[in-house]
């Protein structure tokens, strides 16, 4: 079973960053993909950036890209978000997950973190 832990959240203003960060518990079947996704009020998830463990092609949506980079250090089983040039519109508990599919579509992911908070005030 694939444990996801999230951390690094917290609240900005406009135009600030922040650094997500991931870390998943040892597993002999760890699936090759990893994720961040985020979830607003209306508590749909929308998928954020994407990224195949042992290539480290990486995937991001439209309205974050040039703003925010997906990484993962396989040595500390970590996966960072860094974010900068935060938005309002960006508010949301940003969730960690693990599957078999990189892409964005979140019924293609098995595993979740529980998700931290970020703010980000006008």
């Known amino acids: 079973q694939v444990r996801l832990v999230e951390s690094g959240g917290g609240s900005v203003q406009a135009g600030g960053s922040l650094r997500l960060s991931c870390t998943h518990s040892?597993?002999?079947?760890?699936?090759?993909?990893m994720a961040w996704f985020r979830q607003g009020p209306t508590n749909k998830r929308e998928g954020v950036a994407t990224?195949?463990?042992?290539?480290?092609?990486?995937d991001y949506a439209d309205s974050v890209k040039g703003r925010f980079t997906i990484s993962l250090d396989d040595a500390k089983n970590t996966m960072y978000l860094q974010m900068d040039s935060l938005k309002p519109g960006d508010t949301g508990t940003y969730l960690c997950a693990a599957g078999w599919v990189c892409d964005l579509d979140v019924d293609h992911y098995n595993y979740w973190g529980q998700g931290t908070q970020v703010t980000v005030s006008s």
């Open positions: 040892e597993y002999a079947y760890m699936p090759v993909c």
């Open positions: 990224i195949r463990r042992r290539t480290g092609d990486t």
